[in-house]
């Protein structure tokens, strides 16, 4: 029955064809026809397919295959393109390519920025990227600081209860404390 749907070019119904014939389920398994599937689905502005094809090229790079420049600028092109159409899934990718610097240039800012989109999608996944990447960007920004103390030691204060002397006067401190 899907099938029919493909023939009047329903483009949800390609995604699911294709992601079928991609993985085997139901139909026999066939990599190059799927991803065929999927590109003419996107032609239609599925953007599912555009998550699913761009997924699928992440997931091996992420995988640490490498890809050749075409297939990592296809990538990024069609999950910018879902992304654009609020795929909470291509947002979510996105955010981690970005945060990863995996086949983007690194920018933690554009990680975030993509990664938050998703979860005001209510994505789960993009929530919990959300709250590492927070905590990650958190601490590595929070550096110690030099403990300053308001007021510190001189030769121009007392050693005793640090008050500013006149360095005109060497007799003492009003403490009496100490004389100097």
Same mark, same amino acid.
């Given at each position: ?11 949800? !119904?390609?995604?699911? %064809?294709?992601? *079928?014939?991609?993985? +085997?389920? @139901? $139909? ?5 026809? =799927? #991803? ?53 899934? !291509?947002?979510?990718? %996105?955010?981690? *390519?970005?945060?990863? +610097?995996? @086949? $983007? ?5 554009? =990680? #975030? ?68």
């Amino acid at each position: 029955s899907l099938k029919k749907w493909v023939k009047k070019k329903k483009s949800w !119904a390609v995604t699911d %064809l294709a992601t *079928m014939t991609f993985y +085997g389920f @139901g $139909v026999p398994r066939n990599v190059p026809k =799927g #991803i065929n599937m999927l590109e003419k689905a996107i032609a239609l502005g599925d953007a599912n397919a555009m998550a699913w094809l761009g997924g699928l090229f992440y997931g091996k790079l992420h995988g640490g295959k490498k890809l050749e420049p075409e297939q990592i600028q296809q990538m990024v092109e069609v999950l910018t393109k879902a992304a654009s159409l609020n795929h909470p899934i !291509a947002l979510m990718v %996105l955010g981690s *390519m970005y945060w990863k +610097g995996l @086949g $983007v240039d690194e920018c933690k800012d554009n =990680g #975030i920025e993509y990664t938050s989109r998703a979860a005001k999608l209510n994505n789960q996944d993009a929530i919990k990227d959300l709250e590492a990447m927070k905590r990650e960007k958190e601490a590595t920004n929070t550096t110690p600081k030099p403990k300053t103390n308001n007021n510190p030691i001189s030769t121009k204060q007392c050693a005793h209860c640090t008050t500013p002397l006149d360095p005109s006067k060497t007799t003492g401190c009003p403490c009496k404390s100490v004389d100097y």
